[in-house]
């Protein structure tokens, strides 16, 4: 913040209840990206009180997702800090005593209502056309009310009290914010279980963690609503919000799985580059000051500002960001994406090249792809075994097709040495001196020969990889064949 001397301090909240997607990610990337740019502290703190979604699987999921994304914690699980636990789940003393003050102070009170009465209730409202608000039953039971339902050993929540009003506020990305207190009844703090709910521990936390800026989702305005209203009860300063705007699908409906929008272990097992998801991501409600779009993770912090976040839907394209890490794939050298790569060979090609030579393969492929899971489909004409395509049949019923086949085989058998791509380019040469053959009739029935296709990637560099015997023993077969 210009003139603000208080350093910046922002999180991403996860629950772990299931897998990281690409919203939850976005989120995570502008708070990290906010952070980074403002020398601030990124804090990962893992919402898991509620008990029967949450489980350590997903815990664990998340943490190797962040991580694969490059969006390493200041403060958090792993990393310790000076507001820790980062578990809500080791903080429920916390939540208790907050609950306590605002029972005391009026402002939150007990509530004995019982789940199928209040269901009853939420459908007849719904059925009314009302909202189906708490009504308040409970809202203003006398001490002896209270007393005799606990004596009767009726299970107790606690419900925040929210009034009547307006709340105002200055929300960072879409300016002045104001939203009646209408939207939203008597909201539960602690469950009847002890746990508290995510309004009230996220509220709690974010102030006790000294969070300054609350970067996300404009899906969760009402909870902005209720966490600002807790912290008026509280009596504690509440962090600037900033809603980041809704991503959509390419029809404008709601992100679903139907537009691709995987989650981000899928992205990875699909063969994207980290860095290329980073980057697409942070283009989802944000750009950079000069449109560029191709980004590093430098250009981004060095360019990241919560001034460029725009307002309007941002639309999750997945033709773009395949294209984006076609973009990534090919600015790398083919030993910087080896290891990622190499994952996506298809055992058939691990078999029979070692990593030299699946590099060699990497290199000459790399142009070509957008993701690593191409691989396995384009890297097959590297095999040994070749299957002939319909226009590769065809042209070898050419007869001087044929004699550029077998003039290649001469040359070859001649020559003795091992065959590389320069030695590969020499002897189509002479082949074609000696065949007066050029262009599309030289190149086609060698290609067709030794791949079993009419087109694909270079054809010396194919022919360096597959080395002088399975050259020879395809230009045999191929002249075999009528
Ligand atoms: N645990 C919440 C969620 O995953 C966090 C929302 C927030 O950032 O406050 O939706």
Redesign the pocket.
């Known amino acids: 913040l210009p003139g603000s001397k208080e350093k910046v301090r922002v999180?991403?909240?996860?629950?772990p209840t299931g897998q990281l997607h690409v919203g939850?990610a976005r989120?995570a990337i502008f708070n990290w990206l906010f952070a980074r740019h403002s020398q601030g502290a990124f804090i990962l703190r893992i919402?898991d009180t509620d008990i029967e979604r949450s489980s350590e699987e997903s815990e664990r999921g998340l943490i190797e997702d962040l991580e694969w994304l490059g969006l390493e914690w200041d403060e958090g699980p792993g990393m310790g800090g000076g507001a820790g636990p980062y578990r809500q789940s080791e903080r429920l003393e916390d939540y208790r005593r907050k609950a306590d003050e605002l029972v005391e102070a009026g402002r939150a009170y007990p509530c004995f209502c019982e789940e199928v009465v209040l269901e009853r209730k939420r459908r007849q409202a719904v059925k009314e056309g009302k909202s189906p608000q708490y009504d308040g039953a409970c809202r203003d039971l006398t001490q002896d009310e209270i007393k005799e339902r606990r004596r009767r050993g009726v299970p107790e929540v606690i419900r925040f009290r929210v009034g009547e009003g307006e709340v105002h506020f200055e929300d960072c990305i879409r300016s002045g914010i104001e939203l009646s207190t209408a939207m939203v009844g008597d909201f539960v703090l602690l469950r009847s279980n002890g746990l508290p709910t995510?309004n009230f521990a996220?509220a709690v936390d974010d102030a006790a963690m000294g969070v300054t800026h609350?970067l996300?989702g404009e899906e969760?305005l009402p909870?902005t609503l209720r966490q600002i209203l807790l912290y008026k009860a509280l009596r504690l300063k509440h962090p600037v919000f900033g809603h980041l705007p809704l991503i959509l699908g390419e029809d404008r409906s709601k992100l679903s799985k139907r537009h691709g929008a995987s989650s981000i272990a899928d992205l990875k097992r699909s063969g994207f580059l980290p860095h290329a998801v980073f980057n697409y991501l942070s283009l989802l409600g944000w750009s950079h000051s000069s449109e560029k779009e191709v980004l590093s993770k430098e250009e981004l912090v060095g360019d990241f500002s919560l001034e460029r976040v725009g307002r309007s839907p941002a639309i999750f394209d997945m033709k773009k960001m395949r294209w984006m890490n076609g973009v990534h794939i090919r600015k790398h050298s083919p030993e910087e994406i080896f290891r990622e790569a190499d994952a996506f060979f298809p055992s058939e090609i691990k078999h029979q090249y070692g990593a030299e030579k699946r590099l060699e393969i990497l290199a000459l492929i790399q142009e070509k792809i957008e993701t690593f899971s191409e691989i396995g489909n384009i890297s097959s004409v590297f095999s040994p075994e070749v299957h002939y395509e319909e226009d590769a049949l065809k042209i070898f019923s050419s007869e001087k097709a044929r004699e550029v086949l077998s003039k290649f085989a001469d040359e070859i058998a001649a020559d003795g040495e091992e065959l590389n791509c320069d030695r590969a380019k020499e002897l189509i040469k002479k082949v074609g001196k000696k065949t007066n053959a050029k262009g599309k009739d030289l190149y086609f029935p060698i290609r067709a020969a030794l791949t079993g296709n009419v087109h694909g990637p270079d054809l010396t560099g194919v022919i360096a990889v597959k080395g002088r015997d399975v050259v020879m023993s395809l230009l045999a077969k191929a002249l075999s064949l009528e």
């Open positions: 999180r991403f909240a996860p629950s939850g989120t919402e995510y996220a609350v996300r969760h909870n």
